[in-house]
């Protein structure tokens, strides 16, 4: 008998599960009330990415220079052109992820879901009609929405980053708030606009979740790109006019900016979806799971954001596989040991693992080992030379721990790393690994082979 299965969400992990499941012979319903992708394809990951490209082939361009290339006339952003682009881009996807459900015969549903029973969804159409459907199973996969907190968010002068993806207009200055993920991709991003930027962080330094030292260089890039970084700092007051935003700072100073971004993370989005009445479990704002993603209520899984967790596009996906997997039949769990992340400042940032202060505060006797990108051929070829890899390696078992690079390509080089660590690859062992030469990934062979101070190329 063909099992039924709900996915409420199509997001990264909704879809995800519902091609997967849908592959292994099931019957799949997905309900969304906007557009397929989710957060990561309409307002989140591929929307931000392509517009940080267009920034960025425009600074290249600015300093073609550098390359001996000479460009006549001025050079200048044409923002509705870069925003038009990736609506084009995110579109094209959307398609995609359309014709897949198409081809894997899952039925969509535009609408609201909300779960009545344990084994029914009710869905509010948008033309007000309802339909109850029946299945065997449930999957959540509602994802976030950003956190707004205490701000008098209008849309227009303060922003979410949702609402400032579609911004028509370069502002002259922009303050944004968070100095996390999303608020260092925007500040560079706008920064290679010409924009006037502003930090504010209330934790003691940016991107405060990497290693120390990955933290510490990217502070130094802002301060080049002569981004203002205000760290441990909370604004007390906003008052906003016509002209600009004002935040009054506890110790009285201001800053003032033409809008204001409020990138603070996000809140997992499962209000109104039916948690109480079924007896979902959760705990601070999500639902508990096990590690098959399965809830405290028979049939009914959860996955990506409204989850403990990470928030990342690609951790969900692996969640909705897993929860496909188990609907379907298949033991299957979920290993969060080895979760590579992304961040796409410049330069790029790319990590998996223990920090070393992590690996230290475990009890883990660390060794390290770095290179930097200076000492690169390719990199210097490139006109890439800022940045460096960050080995943390396990001195008794000889094991990577934890791999943190901060330069060109870091969000693909440090793929490599996640590999050797997923498979207990000794570093002596990885060390044996021949890379291609000039590469950027060169720097990630000499800093393993600088664990055991063998680097040929460190001074």
């Not at 923002?79 to 996807?93: F, G, Y």
């Not at 014709?99 to 609201?112: A, M, Q, T």
């Not at 062979?445 to 001074?459: C, I, P, Q, R, Y």
Request: charged share 30%; hydrophobic share 40%; aromatic share 4%.
């Amino acid at each position: 008998m063909t099992k039924k299965i709900t996915v409420i969400g199509a997001g990264p992990g909704g879809y995800v599960a519902a091609i997967k499941a849908a592959k292994m012979g099931a019957d799949v319903t997905v309900i969304e009330k906007e557009k397929v992708g989710g957060t990561c394809l309409n307002r989140g990951c591929i929307p931000t990415k392509s517009l940080i490209a267009s920034a960025e082939v425009l600074e290249t361009i600015k300093e073609a220079e550098n390359y001996g290339i000479k460009i006549k006339g001025e050079i200048t952003p044409d923002i509705n052109a870069i925003i038009e682009r990736k609506d084009k881009i995110v579109e094209r996807l959307n398609k995609g992820i359309e014709y897949l459900f198409e081809k894997n015969k899952i039925k969509l549903i535009k609408g609201e879901g909300k779960i009545i029973e344990k084994n029914k969804v009710k869905i509010k159409k948008p033309e007000g009609k309802e339909e109850i459907i029946q299945s065997d199973a449930i999957i959540i996969a509602t994802g976030s929405v950003p956190g707004k907190n205490i701000f008098p968010f209008d849309g227009r002068k303060i922003l979410t980053s949702d609402e400032i993806l579609n911004l028509r207009h370069i502002p002259k200055s922009i303050l944004i708030v968070g100095a996390g993920v999303i608020g260092c991709e925007f500040a560079m991003f706008y920064q290679k606009l010409g924009t006037e930027v502003t930090l504010v962080e209330l934790l003691e330094r940016a991107l405060a979740t990497e290693d120390t030292e990955i933290s510490k260089e990217i502070e130094k890039m802002l301060k080049r790109k002569k981004i203002k970084l205000y760290t441990k700092t909370k604004i007390k007051d906003v008052e906003v006019n016509e002209e600009e935003v004002i935040a009054t700072l506890e110790d009285k100073r201001q800053i003032k900016a033409e809008i204001m971004l409020v990138a603070i993370g996000r809140k997992a989005n499962i209000e109104g979806i039916g948690l109480e009445e079924t007896g979902v479990k959760t705990e601070r704002g999500r639902i508990i799971v096990d590690e098959n993603m399965r809830t405290n209520v028979e049939g009914i899984y959860a996955i990506g954001d409204v989850v403990p967790g990470l928030q990342l596009a690609h951790v969900a996906s692996f969640e909705g596989i897993c929860a496909a997997e188990n609907i379907m039949g298949k033991k299957s769990k979920m290993d969060y040991s080895v979760i590579p992340h992304a961040i796409f400042t410049e330069p790029e940032i790319g990590a998996v693992g223990l920090t070393e202060e992590e690996a230290k505060n475990r009890g883990y006797r660390v060794k390290v080992g770095r290179f930097y990108y200076r000492g690169l051929g390719r990199a210097q070829a490139a006109d890439k030379i800022n940045g460096f890899v960050k080995i943390v390696a396990d001195e008794e078992e000889d094991t990577i721990l934890g791999a943190h690079i901060i330069g060109q390509n870091a969000t693909d080089i440090v793929h490599e790393a996640a590999l050797a660590m997923a498979c207990g690859v000794k570093v002596k062992e990885f060390s044996k690994v021949v890379h291609s030469h000039p590469t950027f990934s060169e720097a990630l062979m000499e800093a393993v082979h600088d664990v055991h101070g063998e680097s040929v190329h460190n001074a």
